[in-house]
């Protein structure tokens, strides 16, 4: 469900600082949906590292409505990492703004079982919610029902959370030189 | 245009804002209905399958996944249905918490098909997107509304989606009182949102096409039926217990559609909101009584566009019984129990009401307490046939006034207005071999 389609626009698209203080890293998937789950996986061992203490959230089997309902309540900037169709080779991923993609919102096709992740930034952006959003999109290899990750994607695990800690060290350096400067 | 001009095919191949994919074929020539026929096409899923073989505790859960919407409702039928088959006799805590468990989906699933799927062809508009943009203030009471009752859900379920905290004879992990407690205040303080909701569904012009049929849903002698009752029937007037269940659905097949259909004492029936409004609407609470009478919902209704009120008027007597409710698990507290059980061989039929009707679970366990035969009869299945006589019923009603556009329009929101789960309706149709 949190598979959402995205386009990607630009062929640059590193994420540019994040603005405010306090963001988040969310952790967006299905478990029991082979890689779907990548979003969640990789944030749960990201919460694991004392530097991203208090700045984990999971959204599990999250429909539009609880995505947009996060987003709201939270009202902070934010890291959404998740399963994205991109087009790409299985098991690569993108960081990019929800302003740099054009994500697929199925506006006039919606049911409840299919609203879902870009369903729900639309909406929190339609309600007024302008913090800054960034995307770490894993393309996966398969979403059909299975426990855990499919073994290719479990085998490029470690360098993706790599990357997906470098990406947000640079967010956080980035942060503490616009509170510097 | 002049009636006797009127010929054109509609063919909504993929009708929006309902579970699942269902398709609308309406045909006339010169002002004559040629064909009316609502298809389902989707391919089955084959639950009934997986569970053989499975040991008793594990069915409701597995079940539960039939749907991410009515995942709780299928959840206590296959507890019932496995129960009644074990012989197992549940507490009186256990039966509290599994109503309000069911009364949270019932608030989670109403309001989301009232605000998400169907208030946005009352306003105009493709979607609750566009919707967040003319009327905000409206899509952020359907949220608040909504993680409301998916909170409800997650305190009595464990999580809000296919919830673990059930199982046969009780519950693993009881609840928090704290979490009842804050639960309890939010239910309070949601009753102005409420309000407003019932104040917004009355601005809506609801079309007035009115069909009567057979209304079929549980009852119960002591309240407004949802999680158990006998099978009742607005033609006879009368109960049968839930065993009975294959006389009263009396499944068959067509052609054009891969779930099943049902009938009972006529064509066919309607089951869901409307349905148990209708058929129990004494048994309803005061407030959501008055909810009905602001929004001209006199029974016995016979408009199928009315199920959507139907479900705000659901939801408002669920808000209210559920703080009676958790004011009565906050007075009596919650206790751990027992909850060992023996198998043996035996058959079981269970059966709730779900939001969108009645939904019948049947087991089979051999005396090593293997499941060997299923069987799950869902709600749109039930609803089906029903719709499309409505359709057959109303297409020559609208075709005079109204162009292609509206009545396609009229045709989608008809079938939105049962909020039919067609993903959940398709079932693994039974096919003998003759030589």
């Known amino acids: 469900m949190s598979t959402e389609s995205s386009r990607i626009r630009s062929g640059d698209l590193r994420a540019g600082p994040l603005a405010g203080s306090d963001w988040l890293v969310v952790g967006v998937g299905t478990p029991g949906s082979g890689d779907d789950e990548i979003g969640l996986a990789l944030v749960r061992d990201l919460s694991r590292q004392a530097e991203y203490s208090g700045r984990c959230r999971l959204l599990e089997c999250a429909d539009a409505a609880m995505v947009a309902s996060a987003l709201l309540d939270w009202q902070k900037p934010v890291v959404l990492v998740d399963a994205a169709d991109m087009g790409l080779a299985p098991g690569e991923f993108r960081f990019f703004s929800d ?18 992740l870009a369903e729900g930034l639309a909406l929190a952006r339609a309600l007024g919610h302008d913090r ?12 059909s029902p299975k426990q855990g990750l499919t073994r290719e994607m479990s085998g490029l695990f470690p360098s993706i959370l790599a990357a997906l800690n470098k990406a947000c060290s640079r967010l956080q350096q980035a942060e503490c030189r616009d509170a510097a400067g | 245009m002049d009636l006797r001009e009127k010929t054109f095919n509609i063919d909504v191949n993929h009708v929006t804002r309902v579970e699942g994919h269902g398709r609308i074929i309406v045909s006339t020539r010169e002002g004559a209905v040629k064909e009316v026929k609502l298809s389902i096409t989707e391919a089955n899923r084959f639950f009934e399958n997986f569970v053989k ?22 959840q206590m039928t296959a507890t019932k249905a496995v129960e009644s088959a074990l012989g197992i006799e549940v507490s009186p805590q256990t ?10 989906q019932f608030m989670q699933s109403h309001l989301l098909h009232v605000y998400f799927l169907a208030v946005p062809d009352y306003l105009g508009v493709q979607s609750v997107l566009p919707l967040a943009k003319t009327h905000p203030e409206v899509v952020k009471r359907a949220l608040r509304l909504k993680k409301l009752s998916n909170d409800y859900t997650t305190v009595f379920g464990g999580r809000m989606l296919h919830p673990m905290a059930n199982t046969l004879k009780g519950w693993r992990k009881l609840p928090d009182l704290d979490a009842v407690a804050g639960l ?26 009115e069909r009567e049929t057979e209304y079929v849903s549980l009852k119960h002698p002591d309240e407004y039926a949802l999680y158990d009752g006998a099978v009742y029937s607005s033609d006879t007037k009368s109960s049968v217990p839930v065993d009975e269940y294959r006389d009263v659905t009396n499944e068959f097949t067509v052609a054009h559609c891969t779930t099943k259909w049902s009938r009972w004492h006529r064509d066919s029936y309607f089951v869901g909101a409307l349905a148990r409004v209708n058929n129990n609407f004494e048994q309803l609470l005061p407030e959501a009584k008055q909810a009905a009478d602001e929004l001209g919902l ?14 705000v008027v659901e939801v408002v007597h669920c808000a209210y019984n559920g703080v009676r409710m958790l004011d009565e698990v906050l007075g009596g507290g919650l206790k751990a129990e027992d909850v060992a059980y023996e198998v043996k061989a035996g058959r079981g039929v269970g059966s709730c009401e779900v939001p969108r009707g009645i939904l019948f679970h049947d087991y089979t366990f051999d005396e090593n307490g293997r499941c060997v035969d299923a069987n799950a009869v869902i709600p749109t299945s039930q609803n089906i046939n029903n719709v499309e006589q409505d359709m057959k019923a109303f297409v020559p009603e609208m075709l005079p006034g109204m162009s292609r556009e509206e009545l396609t329009l009229h045709m989608e929101m008809l079938l939105r207005a049962y909020d039919p789960c067609i993903s959940c309706s398709v079932h693994m149709l039974d096919v003998e071999f003759v030589d």
């Open chain 1, 132 to 143: 800054a959003i960034r995307i770490f999109g894993v393309q996966p290899f398969d979403v």
């Open chain 2, 95 to 104: 039966v509290l918490l599994r109503k309000l468990l069911t009364e949270s």
């Open chain 1, 99 to 116: 302003g740099n993609a054009a994500l697929t919102v199925k506006a006039g096709s919606v049911s409840s079982h299919g609203l879902g």
């Open chain 2, 53 to 74: 073989g499975m040991n008793p505790s594990q069915i409701p859960w597995i079940v539960s996944r039939i749907c991410g919407i009515c995942c709780v409702g299928h």
């Open chain 2, 298 to 311: 006199k029974v016995p209704c016979y408009n199928p566009y009315m199920n959507n009120v139907a479900q």
């Open chain 2, 184 to 209: 309890r205040k939010r239910l309070l303080d949601a009753i102005p949102d409420l309000k407003e909701t019932v104040r917004i569904m009355k601005t809506l012009k609801i079309p007035p096409y």
